[in-house]
């Protein structure tokens, strides 16, 4: 798509704000830093099962109190022998056993632990990819409630030029009513007119509101006016950027169905620990503390494991059911990309022909003027190239609106930096 400049910039000098603070406050406001916490949700997912592969050490105190003599640790029997000659050597046996010490448990092999890190870095880069689309949304949001605020804004001018026309005409009709020139029931019919613009000025004034309650609601800020923004750049075509959270999340599904097939395979753990335990000897009273550790390694060979065939199964079913998602959002995302892309050379000449209809319009209402003064022209007619006027400059004010809108859409699409595009 070729990059142009559009004049789609209206002034709006009242205004204390701009695009790019609107952009500014969404990024500090809750609704991103809602997104801003599943992000650091999912980092801590992703350490989590990266810690898995280190090693697990801690350490323990216990009291023990047993109904016999208990051994403190395991005796050789050459060592034993002795004990039981020389009354005097303290048995490690006791009562009471006192212990503390420190054990520790390390994965040597244990393949779905690796393959679960991966899977919790793909949730985590889809997590980051949500963030990313979500502030382009909310950016969109902005910049098409802007666009609408501006149409209603200029939409609600031309009624109050259309209102100011009304009541110059008011003016010259009651004179003449006033001295039998003209029905008295020429003045309700302009009368009507006013009361119509006033009615239609209400309802554009009701729908500025729920425009503006949209952009406060996600930035924070209350605008008074519409703020005024341009064009810099258009609308970039490539990828379908607003799919990479999904494409993440199915790289990551992959990685959960090969994580549960891995946890069929063989593990090696090593294992280890130390104790300190200190008691009475039983067969003379004395105190006697010992040392004992060990340290091995356990290899786990799963044979039969039901519910892990049933886990396997269910992991298939949810990638599956993602990889349906994703296709069925590309198919829907690519005909609303060809939609819209077909429809802004069209508003582009919807634009040109409501320019040349409000000229022409203008021209036609001058006339209807001086023929209404003059008496030629009745006060309905009138009055219809008065509505035409407004409804020509609103068909031009309501497509500049949907190419805003349609603009911003196609950058979401395309995962378009819309704050490069927009100022």
Do not use: C
Request: positive net charge; without cysteine.
């Amino acid at each position: 798509m070729k990059k142009t400049l559009l004049a789609l910039s209206i002034p709006y000098l009242l205004s204390a704000h701009s695009i790019p603070e609107l952009f500014d406050a969404l990024k500090s406001h809750a609704q991103t830093k809602s997104d801003e916490m599943v992000v650091k949700k999912a980092e801590v997912a992703a350490s989590q099962a990266t810690s898995q592969l280190y090693p697990t050490i801690s350490l323990f105190g216990t009291y023990d109190n047993y109904s016999s003599p208990t051994n403190m640790k395991p005796i050789a029997p050459n060592v034993m022998k002795q004990m039981l000659v020389d009354n005097a050597i303290s048995q490690p046996y006791s009562y009471n056993i006192y212990k503390g010490g420190a054990q520790f448990t390390m994965p040597i092999f244990v393949k779905s632990i690796y393959t679960m890190a991966d899977k919790a870095k793909a949730m985590q880069k889809s997590a980051q990819a949500k963030k990313h689309i979500n502030l382009l949304q909310n950016e969109a949001l902005i910049v098409g409630s802007n666009a609408n605020l501006q149409y209603l804004h200029e939409l609600k001018r031309s009624l109050e030029l259309k209102e100011k026309s009304l009541l110059e005409t008011q003016k010259t009709l009651k004179i003449k009513v006033d001295n039998g020139r003209a029905p008295a029931s020429a003045l309700y019919k302009i009368d009507d007119g006013l009361n119509q613009v006033s009615i239609a000025k209400n309802n554009i004034d009701l729908q500025k509101q729920k425009l503006i309650s949209s952009i406060e609601a996600i930035t924070g800020i209350k605008l008074d006016v519409p703020v005024d923004m341009q064009e810099v750049s258009s609308v970039k075509e490539g990828e379908l950027g607003s799919l990479k959270p999904l494409e993440e999340k199915l790289r990551a599904s992959r990685l959960e169905v090969n994580a549960e097939k891995e946890k069929l395979y063989p593990s090696v753990v090593a294992h280890g620990s130390y104790a300190y335990s200190s008691a009475t000897a039983y067969n003379n009273n004395k105190d006697v503390n010992e040392e004992y550790g060990d340290i091995g390694v356990v290899i786990n060979i799963p044979l039969l494991a039901m519910s892990q065939y049933d886990s396997i199964k269910k992991s298939k079913i949810e990638l599956r059911s993602d990889e349906v998602e994703l296709e069925k959002l590309r198919e829907e995302l690519s005909a609303k990309a060809d939609m819209l892309k077909s429809s802004l050379p069209l508003l582009d000449n919807s634009i040109k022909l409501s320019q040349k209809s409000i000229e022409n319009k203008e021209k036609l209402l001058q006339i209807a003027k001086v023929n209404y003064k003059s008496g030629r022209l009745s006060t309905e007619e009138y009055l219809r190239y008065e509505d035409d006027v407004v409804d020509a400059k609103a068909k031009l004010y309501q497509a500049k609106a949907q190419k805003w809108q349609t603009q911003m859409q196609l950058a979401v699409i395309y995962a378009n930096n819309i704050e490069e595009m927009v100022k």
